[in-house]
């Protein structure tokens, strides 16, 4: 049975998603965060019920740009 149960979950569990989390790397991306967030909501399978930030723009074609000059850092980039 899983151990996630809402407000009674255990401390155990609740310290072992902790654990879980910590194993992952999320990037967002600040110019377009809310689509981010949303898009992290859905890979830990968490809704989001409101959550709308002040960076807002235009998403361009990423078949038609460069990764490179998309993410602007090529350390980042190499750790990809």
Known sequence: PHCVN??????ACLES???LLRRFTFILDLACLDD?????????????NSFEST???????IRSNDIRS??????LLEFL
């Open 70 to 75: 998309r993410i602007g850092n090529d350390t």
């Open 55 to 61: 960076h807002h723009h235009k998403h361009p074609d």
């Open 17 to 19: 998603a902790k654990d």
């Open 36 to 48: 981010s967030m949303k898009v992290m909501a859905e890979q830990l399978n968490l809704t989001i």
């Open 6 to 11: 809402g407000t009674h979950t255990s401390e």
